[in-house]
Structure formats: structure tokens, C-alpha cells
């Protein structure tokens, strides 16, 4: 096949509707369309009809085996590889893929965290097909996206759950739609863009850190001074291997289908961001695990290290997720749509009154399903959302909002008075009417949710999203129902939007988020600032949580004490990685560093007159190696103290509050060191020199 620009392997690799359209006889396309818009449920004949095609378009596109691709609970993805060829009765090779294949796997479920959801006698997991997110080939291999639940049926992955929150949303949406009015109205999809931010770096100086390798992030180092930041050796010596780099991202990703285009990032040397077009929830989630996939292994053919780590340099930017989110119905309109006239926009004031309602009724699960161990150096930082949930909605919007709290809501609300773009339509996305600061965003027609650490898988935010917006969508929604004429209906739902500013305006936002003084406000407020990820993490068992979540049949209250468990465990495990990182480097790489400075004045200690400038020295290289010594082991005696507690999450709290400040202790000493270091004898490579090319 010859192509004659690069987009016209655009997709090439995606099992797409296009395909299916082509390859499937008209009645099975039928069907799965059927299928798709929940009327029907796919049969036995379908799905061997479906993946004999399948089959077909991917052994002619190259590949050799085919996997059901999941998200365990890990938060990356996970597959099990099968052959397409088996032997026939004579022992000849047969290629063969069958419906049952298709629709059901059973891969190896124990070695993937379950919280205990699967005791070993009942070890088995079983994957099944997620028809709505299309099939891929990724390195020769058929991807065929799926969930994956335990032999009891509990949902073990990240997908799953996600599914339902979708319907859950899509049938309240709707609901409340119909109920004012627009009766045509039989789905509505949340649609999802994600923003990925990453730092890449040169794999040669990533290799030297193994501290970067093991964990993700440096565990020391620090920012070098404001000359070297200003210096453009970096930027005028790598250009065309970054530009190489993202050329073939940008290709790899149009292959699968996903329209992409990575571009450079100013915010702090080194770190890029990559956005697609947004698109349904479920596959721009799937498409984001593989933008993180294509990045990391893209990298590595450049040469390159991609960091997807929320915060691999102490001091410079952090990396985030951007979650934009909105509401589409199927007969094409975004719900959060100001229109020309906002202020009179029933639909749009009633949607984005129960947004405002669900997000400061579970400020908390937002926070925590934004969270990891790596974001807890981001989250509160001066350079980030602060950990406090808040929402900006710009001038505009916000003055109608507040307007509607002081006026007669039986009357429907007109324009701002005195408002200076009055009399215009409203212009969405006016740039000087951004909040960077703030967590949450309305950005025009999509709130943009910053919170979320780069390396996370998008789902737990969506599922979150999706179901205490579905449950405050429902709450208005019964006080709507039975009302006959839609001018009452009108009337009721001013009243019902008076109602829920009156109560949660508390939780709008439009000054600085990263300033001192909002930290204090948002306590008069009673809004939550749970400083770290641990602390956040009982929010999903919390009653109000297990309440929201069973009611909406999203988790069971198994389940969400099992996704407790998975989560402290998953912090405890990953400082734990970090501490033992940590130790080894400073056993056999800094503190023969240091012995090897002392080695190195020695001899002029013996001479008659020593200079004061290396008898200071030597105290000063002692002094670090002594305490650094002693720090460590205080550092080790304390983490296996932890690490005998039972309670993981008594063990994550133990961790933030006394492991986590030792850390930093341990960190300061060697940073102290580096500064100080002789350059023929530091051997690891600095900030300096990994972010700009020079020591
Ligand atoms: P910025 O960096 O200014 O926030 P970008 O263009 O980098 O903007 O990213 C915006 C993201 O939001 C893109 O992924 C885009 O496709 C997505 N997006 C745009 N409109 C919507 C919408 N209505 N709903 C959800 N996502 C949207
Ligand atoms: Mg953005």
C-alpha cells in the first residue's frame, strides 16, 4: 500500500464503523448498530459473524494475535496475548477467532489487585468485550477493549464501573431533558478531551537516574539557578529529534483513529502536552491510555525518556491531566451551551446548577479520584490547583447565576443589568475571561477539571463526574415531574436553581486559587482542603459515597471497600518503591560520592601549609556525610517500623506525616551536597543538564 500524504493511513489500524459498515453483511451491521444504541443485545450469530470480519481486517492489516485489552486496577492496561492459528484435526494450521473469543476472555486474574474480591479458590477473572469502544492493532496485535470482572461478577477494573456511570448519567440526563421539553431527546453522552502533559528527556542521563527509572520522579536534585533556566543549549541542540518525536506520535496516534496533535509546552523546560479531539467518555479514556502508551515507547525509539509522573522535578512545573468534560445529546447539543441568551436558557441554567450542586455536595471524591501519590507533590504546590475543589465560571455567567439568587424567580430572568457585553450574544472561550488557577473551569460550553495527575487513568474522575451529576440531575428532575405546562415547568426550575445557589454558591470561585489568602477563605467557607491523597481516600467509603454509588448500581459497598483497600495499598507500595529507591542510591551511589571528595583532598592535607579553603571543605563534605549517614539510617529504622503496621491505611497516614517529611529531610542533605559537589567526581546527572543540556 503506497500512501500519498501521511493522513491517509489515517485509521488504518482501527476496526472502526467505516470498517464494519464494509465488511459486515448489512443485517449483522444492523444488528451491532442495534446493539450500540441499546435496543438489542448482541447474539451468538452476530458476534461470530462480527469477528470472523474482525479477523479477516486484521490479519490483512498484519496481526498475528489477538487480546482482550483491559484497565485493572493498576490504572495502566493489561492483556494476554493468543494466536490466531491453532491446528486443525490433521494438526495443519487453521485460523480461527470465534464469537465466543470475541465477546469473552479468560485471562491469568491473580496477579492483579482485587482488595480481596477474589479469594485463590476463586481466583479466576474474565474479560468481555466493550463493543462500544472500537477494536485496535497495536504492535500486530488485534486489541480488543474490554471489562474485566471477577467469577462473582464484581467489577476488577476501571472500565467497568465507568460503563454504568455512562448510563446512569445518560438516563438522568435525559430525564430532565424530556422533562423541559425537548421530547426527541433519547440519549445524552458525556464527552470527554484530555489534555496530557509529559516531560521528555534524554534517555541516556534517564538511564544514569535510578531514581527516575524505579519511581518516576527524582528523589533529589534541585532547580538549577536562573542563569542556566535562561540558557537555550537545550532547545537549540535537540529541536529536530523533539520535532522528530512528535511527527511520529502524531502518525502513530492518527493511525489508530485518534486525532491528535502534539505541540510544545512553555510551562516548564522540557514538558510538552498533547491534546485530541474530544469525543464519548469511554473511548477517549481508551485513547488516552494508548496516547501514555505510544508516548512512552515513541520515546524510546528517540532515544528519549517520557515522563508521565504528576512531579518528576522538585521545583519546576508539575504534569496534569485536563479533564474536559460536557454533556451532548444525540440529536447533537451540548447541554452546558450558553446559547445566545443564557440568562433565559432554562436547560442551560438548570444543567449547570445541578453541576455546581454535585460538585460541592462530593468535593472530596473529586479530589480523591483525582489523586495519587505523585500528585501530592503537585496538589497544593504554588504551580497547581490547590487541593481545594472550586468552580470558576468567568464574569459573565457567574453574574447571571448570582443575579438569579436576588431576583423574583417567577419571572424569568433577563440580562444583566449594566452589563457591558449585554445586548450581545454570549462569545464561549473568551480568553480574557480564564481562570488558570482554578481547579475546575467553565471553559465556554465544558467544564475543564485540572486536578488530575498526568499519569492517572481518566476513569475513576469520569465515574465520579458522571454519577453525582446523575444523582443531582435526578433530584431536579422529581421536583419537575407531573408538572403539566412547560411555562410551570420553567417557573419551577428557576425556583429549583434559586434553591441550589442559595446553597451552593459557596463553592464558586473566580479569584486566585493559588493564593494564601483563598486557603483561609475556603475554611470560612466550609469547603474541604484535604492535604493528601491518603486522607482522601476513605471519601469513597464514606456513607454518603456508598449511598451515591449503590443507589446508581455504579460500585457495590463490596466493591467500594475493595477499591479502598486497592488504593492505600497502591500508595503504601509506591513510597515504599520510593524509599527503598532512595537507599540504595544513597548507599552505593552518594555516599561513596562523598568518601571519593575526601579521597580526592587527602593528599593535600599532607602537605605543611593546608589551605583553609580544603581543611572548610573537608568539614563541610564530613559534616553532609555524617549526617546523611545518620539521616538514612533514621530514614530505614523508621520505615520498617511502618511498614509493620497492619492497617494500610494507618500505614499511608504514617507515611505522609513522618516518612514523607524524613524524605524530604534525606533530600535536602544530598541537594546541600550537590550544589557543592566537585564536578569530576558527581557523576549523576543534574537538573541542569537533563533539562537543559548543561552542568
Ligand atoms: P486549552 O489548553 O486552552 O484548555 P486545548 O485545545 O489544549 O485547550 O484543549 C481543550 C480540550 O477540550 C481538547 O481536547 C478539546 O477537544 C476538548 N473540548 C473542546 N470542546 C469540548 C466539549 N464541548 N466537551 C468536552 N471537551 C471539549
Ligand atoms: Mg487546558
Not at 51 to 80: D, R, V
Not at 331 to 356: D, H, W, Y
Not at 653 to 673: G, S
Request: glycine share 6%.
Amino acid at each position: 500500500m503506497k500512501f500519498e500524504t501521511v493522513f491517509d493511513d489515517f485509521g488504518t489500524l482501527v476496526f472502526s464503523e467505516k470498517v464494519m459498515k464494509e465488511r459486515l453483511p448489512y443485517p449483522v451491521y444492523t444488528q451491532w448498530k442495534q446493539t450500540m444504541s441499546k435496543e438489542n443485545s448482541l447474539d451468538r450469530v452476530t458476534a461470530d459473524a462480527i469477528a470472523h470480519a474482525m479477523k479477516q481486517w486484521a490479519l490483512e492489516n498484519g496481526a498475528t494475535h489477538f487480546t482482550h485489552w483491559f484497565q485493572p486496577l493498576t490504572g495502566s492496561t493489561a492483556e494476554k496475548h493468543d494466536s490466531f492459528v491453532e491446528p486443525d484435526e490433521f494438526g495443519n494450521p487453521l485460523l480461527r477467532f470465534s464469537g465466543k473469543s470475541l465477546i469473552k476472555g479468560e485471562p491469568d486474574a491473580s496477579s492483579f489487585p482485587s482488595g480481596g474480591l477474589r479469594a485463590t479458590f476463586e481466583a479466576r477473572g474474565y474479560t468481555y468485550w466493550d463493543c462500544s469502544s472500537p477494536a485496535f492493532i497495536k504492535d500486530n496485535i488485534l486489541c480488543i477493549p474490554s471489562v474485566f470482572v471477577s467469577y462473582h461478577g464484581e467489577s476488577l477494573d476501571k472500565k467497568a464501573p465507568l460503563l454504568k456511570s455512562l448510563e446512569a448519567i445518560d438516563k438522568a440526563a435525559t430525564r430532565l431533558v424530556n422533562l423541559l421539553g425537548e421530547k426527541d431527546v433519547r440519549h445524552v453522552n458525556p464527552v470527554v478531551g484530555l489534555e496530557q502533559e509529559y516531560f521528555l528527556i534524554d534517555r541516556d542521563l534517564y538511564k544514569k537516574r535510578l531514581d527516575l527509572q524505579f519511581t518516576g520522579r527524582t528523589l533529589f536534585g534541585s532547580n538549577p539557578s536562573k542563569t542556566q533556566e535562561l540558557d537555550d543549549h537545550y532547545f537549540g541542540s535537540i529541536p529536530t529529534r523533539v520535532s522528530n518525536f512528535m511527527k511520529e506520535v502524531d502518525h502513530e496516534l492518527w493511525k489508530l483513529g485518534i486525532y491528535v496533535k502534539a505541540e510544545h509546552n512553555e510551562a516548564a523546560p522540557a514538558q510538552f502536552e498533547l491534546a485530541p479531539v474530544f469525543t464519548n467518555t469511554n473511548v477517549a479514556i481508551d485513547q488516552n491510555q494508548l496516547v501514555m502508551d505510544i508516548l512512552k515507547k515513541t520515546a524510546e525509539k528517540h532515544n528519549f525518556a517520557c515522563l508521565l509522573h504528576e512531579k518528576p522535578f522538585a521545583g519546576l512545573n508539575g504534569s496534569g491531566k485536563h479533564n474536559n468534560w460536557s454533556l451532548c445529546t444525540d440529536t447533537g447539543q451540548n447541554l452546558f451551551s450558553p446559547g445566545e441568551k443564557p440568562a433565559e436558557n432554562i436547560r442551560f441554567l438548570v444543567f449547570m446548577c445541578a453541576f455546581i450542586k454535585a460538585v460541592d455536595t462530593y468535593p472530596e471524591l473529586l479530589r480523591m479520584a483525582a489523586s495519587n501519590a505523585g500528585n501530592d507533590h503537585r496538589l497544593g504546590a504554588n504551580e497547581a490547583p490547590p487541593a481545594i475543589i472550586s468552580i470558576y465560571l468567568g464574569n459573565y455567567i457567574e453574574q447571571i447565576l448570582m443575579n438569579l439568587i436576588k431576583t423574583n424567580t417567577t419571572k424569568v430572568v433577563t440580562d444583566i443589568e449594566g452589563n457591558p457585553i449585554l445586548g450581545l450574544s454570549y462569545i464561549p472561550r473568551d480568553n480574557t475571561d480564564r481562570n488558570r488557577t482554578s481547579p475546575m473551569a467553565f471553559t465556554g460550553n465544558k467544564f475543564e477539571f485540572r486536578m488530575l495527575g498526568s499519569s492517572l487513568s481518566a476513569s475513576t474522575v469520569n465515574v465520579v463526574l458522571n454519577t453525582i451529576m446523575a444523582e443531582a440531575l435526578d433530584s431536579i428532575s422529581s421536583e419537575l415531574d407531573g408538572i403539566k405546562y412547560i411555562q410551570d415547568v420553567r417557573d419551577k426550575g428557576l425556583e429549583i436553581c434559586k434553591k441550589i445557589l442559595t446553597k451552593h454558591e459557596r463553592i464558586l470561585f473566580s479569584g486566585d486559587g493559588y493564593s494564601s489568602d483563598w486557603i483561609s477563605e475556603a475554611a470560612k467557607r466550609g469547603l474541604p482542603n484535604i492535604p493528601s491523597y491518603v486522607e482522601s481516600i476513605d471519601s469513597l467509603i464514606d456513607p454518603k459515597s456508598i449511598k451515591l454509588f449503590t443507589t446508581y448500581k455504579i460500585y457495590s459497598e463490596k466493591e467500594l471497600i475493595a477499591r479502598n483497600e486497592v488504593l492505600n495499598d497502591d500508595y503504601c507500595k509506591t513510597i515504599e518503591v520510593e524509599v527503598r529507591t532512595l537507599q540504595q542510591i544513597i548507599k552505593r551511589q552518594i555516599l561513596p560520592l562523598l568518601v571519593k571528595e575526601i579521597d580526592v583532598i587527602t593528599p593535600i592535607l599532607n602537605l605543611n601549609i593546608v589551605p583553609d579553603y580544603v581543611t572548610h571543605r573537608l568539614n563541610e563534605i564530613t559534616e553532609l556525610l555524617n549526617n546523611l549517614s545518620k539521616k538514612n539510617n533514621e530514614l530505614a529504622h523508621d520505615f520498617e517500623k511502618v511498614l509493620l503496621i497492619d492497617n494500610l491505611h494507618e500505614r499511608g497516614l504514617k507515611i505522609v506525616h513522618e516518612i514523607m517529611p524524613l524524605m524530604l529531610e534525606v533530600r535536602h542533605i544530598i541537594d546541600a551536597y550537590e550544589k557543592i559537589s566537585s564536578v569530576d567526581v558527581y557523576d549523576i546527572p543534574l537538573y541542569g543538564e537533563i533539562l537543559f543540556g548543561n552542568r
